[in-house]
């Protein structure tokens, strides 16, 4: 069993900054990769930023040079540093752990954490 906790979420104006954060614990072990996905109201879960085992990462189109995840192997922590904030990026952020587990791979995922935009 993985425990994903998520924290940092909040309301911003529109230019401001968060941080995310996720915490990760259990059963980790054969990590391929930590994400962050969100969700806004009546759209699809979209991948927002991932950072392999390798440390590797990749962005959506729609917050490159605006958000940049991070990871820390000793805390088995990610993170995610998110700077001028749009409107559009109100959602329920959501961490995700990517892991090889008996030939195939297993996703776990945590509860969310709200990010709102608003002036």
């Known amino acids: 069993q993985v425990q994903l906790v998520e924290s940092g979420g909040g309301l911003v104006q529109p230019g401001g900054s968060l941080r995310l954060s996720c915490a990760a614990s259990?059963?980790?072990?054969?990590?391929?990769?930590m994400a962050w996905f969100r969700q806004a109201p009546g759209k699809q879960r979209e991948l927002v930023a991932t950072?392999?085992?390798?440390?590797?990462?990749n962005y959506a189109d729609a917050v490159k040079g605006r958000f940049t995840i991070s990871r820390d192997n000793v805390k088995n922590m990610v993170y995610l540093q998110m700077n001028s904030l749009k409107p559009e990026d109100k959602a329920l952020y959501y961490c995700?752990?990517?892991?090889?587990?008996?030939?195939?791979?297993?996703?776990?995922w945590g509860q969310g954490t709200q990010v709102t935009v608003s002036s």
């Open positions: 950072v392999t085992n390798t440390g590797s990462t």
């Open positions: 259990g059963s980790i072990f054969n990590i391929y990769s």
């Open positions: 995700n752990l990517k892991r090889w587990v008996l030939a195939s791979y297993s996703n776990d």
